[in-house]
């Protein structure tokens, strides 16, 4: 077993070292280092910079996986009193490390671990994407490391498009005489609008819900047009950010928002939309009676005497792509709280820090157990 002391050091060192998105050479190489030390078996680093070790033998194999970037921004790594601050305190380091400690306490012959620190969470989720195309990676179940709170268990995120979405009114003319040309930025706003009116609609299932995890989010995050300050702009374009219910998917939503461009097309002919799709995330909710679930479930009980809450995100998480693409029961869970998370002062609360080493320990073991009871060995 870890001493806390060694613990929060290794934290402390880990948030010296900074990692905003695609920048996680340093701390992987730190990472592998330590596992090594640490007694894992292996320890690589990927084609994208992710660092993968494996530790231990036999079924259940066990993904815990986190991320080691962070959103930029330097907040001094400091002591002060029960809190440790620094720029990942809580999104997404205390987690991560707390995951790679509590993996090196299991004895070896218990089950297979294997420990990832991806890269590029904050950004395009390049780490994630890259690692489940590993065809030697086979996980029965995995964790994804974020900070959900020490007695709370994120159990699903929506899905996400994000789509471009361009209008072209095929002239301009000058700003003094705006009345010869239509706007581009005026006339895709007003698309904008049709649109956001439209994914409100009963068509989608979106009417009448009060629990914003089960409706269609529909926000507009980027726009861009015109060429000069006294010219009306012929072209703009605009980024569209949708969240998708577990109850819905992708393709489904997508379905609408086409028919309803199509439908802007037919009614003003003069203007041409187009749309491609940016980014494409399937929405994923963890089965709550898997051995996963409920191995957090009483791993939580017995160390903080309470039933933990199980959470579902109006986000998107890697663990949308680990449950959908591996196919396995997926949770998220760490110590940290969301509301610290990318602020000035980000900072994680040490008890809650080394409760959560001891919480994941225990719930691999729990999880193993589980697991063999499930599927016992043929003799």
Same mark, same amino acid.
């Given at each position: 077993m870890v001493s806390p002391t060694f613990a929060i050091e290794l934290l402390k060192n880990a948030l010296d070292i900074y990692t905003p998105s695609r920048s996680e050479s340093q701390l992987a190489n730190f990472l592998k280092d330590i596992c090594m030390d640490l007694g894992f078996e292996q320890a690589n680093i990927d084609s994208v910079g992710n660092m993968i070790a494996v530790r231990g033998s036999g079924d259940p194999t066990i993904l815990l996986c986190g991320h080691m970037d962070t959103v930029p921004g330097i907040v001094p790594v400091r002591l002060e009193g029960d809190y440790l601050y620094g720029r990942g305190a809580s999104d997404a380091k205390?987690? +991560?490390i707390s995951m790679l400690l509590a993996a090196a306490d299991i004895p070896k012959q218990t089950c297979t671990i294997v420990f990832a620190g991806v890269v590029d969470e904050e950004g395009n989720a390049t780490g994630i994407k890259n690692l489940v195309k590993d065809t030697? +990676? @086979?996980? =029965?179940?995995a964790i994804f490391g974020e900070p959900s709170g020490i007695e709370n268990i994120t159990i699903s995120y929506k899905g996400r498009l994000e789509i471009r979405l361009m209008?072209? %009114?095929e002239n301009s003319a000058h700003a003094s005489a705006p009345w010869l040309a239509l706007n581009a930025v005026e006339e895709l706003f007003n698309v904008w609008n049709y649109l956001k009116e439209s994914f409100t609609s009963k068509e989608i299932g979106a009417s009448d819900i009060?629990?914003?995890a089960d409706e269609v989010s529909f926000s507009l995050t980027e726009i861009t047009g015109g060429t000069s300050h006294n010219v009306t702009p012929q072209k703009c374009r605009m980024t569209v950010d949708i969240r998708i219910p577990t109850k819905l998917s992708c393709d489904s939503v997508l379905k609408v928002f086409d028919? =309803? %461009?199509i439908q802007i097309q037919e009614k003003s002919p003069s203007l041409k939309i187009k749309y491609r799709v940016e980014d494409k995330t399937e929405p994923f909710q963890a089965n709550i009676s898997s051995p996963l679930v409920r191995a957090l479930v009483l791993s939580i009980l017995e160390s903080k005497k309470k039933r933990?809450?199980?959470?579902? @995100?109006?986000g998107t998480g890697?663990?949308?792509i680990l449950g959908n693409v591996l196919n396995i029961p997926v949770v998220t869970y760490g110590p940290g709280d969301p509301h610290s998370s990318h602020t000035i002062d980000e900072k994680v609360y040490i008890p809650d820090y080394l409760t959560g080493i001891e919480v994941y320990k225990n719930? +691999?073991?729990h999880m193993v157990r589980l697991h063999k009871n499930l599927y016992p060995k043929k003799t």
């Open positions: 205390a987690p +991560l030697a +990676l @086979k996980p =029965h179940y209008c072209d %009114v009060n629990n914003r028919r =309803h %461009v933990p809450l199980l959470l579902r @995100k109006t890697d663990m949308n719930a +691999l073991l």
